[in-house]
């Protein structure tokens, strides 16, 4: 089963850019939909986005439409979240999520996956 170890989080300027990415520390994320989720100081876990296994179809929540991008390299065995024009309401902390190809993965419903990594914190202040 993968570890899943999330980094690239960190403090950046409002309209600032960050790159997030989930790498396997064992085991392989190749053969798993990878969701992307979000959890802010007091408030539930959201769903951000997510990229199946082959990569051929992603998903986005209306708060990350338009402003990030979910990719993979195989590879290098890891996914990526692209956040561009950053809001102050993007501080949360970020999670890497892994889940069986399905209707509910693709759907970012979290009960549908099953491995998690640690989460970094991103903060997007002045």
């Known amino acids: 089963q993968p570890q899943l170890v999330e980094s690239g989080g960190g403090l950046v300027e409002p309209g600032g850019s960050l790159r997030l990415s989930c790498a396997a520390s064992?085991?392989?994320?190749?053969?798993?939909?990878i969701g992307w989720f979000r959890q802010a100081p007091g408030k539930e876990r959201e769903a951000i986005s997510c990229?199946?296994?082959?990569?051929?179809?992603?998903n986005y929540a209306d708060s990350a439409r338009g402003r990030f991008t979910i990719s993979r390299d195989r590879a290098k065995n890891t996914v990526y979240l692209q956040m561009n024009n950053l809001k102050s309401e993007d501080t949360a902390v970020y999670y890497c999520a892994a889940g069986f190809d399905g209707p509910g993965t693709i759907a970012i419903k979290e009960a549908d996956f099953g491995y998690w990594g640690q989460g970094t914190q991103v903060t997007v202040s002045s």
């Open positions: 990229i199946t296994s082959g990569g051929g179809s992603t």
């Open positions: 064992g085991g392989s994320l190749n053969w798993y939909t």
